[in-house]
């Protein structure tokens, strides 16, 4: 049998996979691959690939596409409330702080006066300016940025602190 029947052959093979072929090429090709060992044997291994390969390509549900494309929206969603929550956070611990600072100065300037007039040592009105108004000020005022870690608790699924 002249090499070219089998190239013929093995084209003919790629193509019906692919595209098709005329129905004059298929019977040419059937009877090519009936006589020829080694061009069935090659259409034998091409058609349990292609075989293999549809078993691997699978169909996708629409539901479980819709169900996934819903989790991942409400996900992202999530992700961009908890953004602006911390954002909020931020920004009103800054102000705590810019408020405790303000009040730190009038609470400073008026327990120096009540000191003076009382005749207090200046180390002891001051220790207890920080001991009693400035640490637990700043406190106050960081707790909203570790209250999570305080409390130790993971955030529910909405992105708030349990
Ligand atoms: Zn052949």
Redesign the pocket.
Known sequence: ?PIE??EK??FLLHRALVEGISLEDRRWLDA??G??????R?ADLSARTVRALDWFALELDPAAALRVENVVRSRAEEMRSAEAHAKRLWIGTAVAIFLTFTGSAVTWHTLAWLASQWNLPSRVWQIGFVAFWLLPSLMLALLPLFRRTLLGGHSDSKGQTI
């Open positions: 049998m029947n089998h052959a093995r090519h691959v006589q020829c060992a080694e061009c069935g090659y």
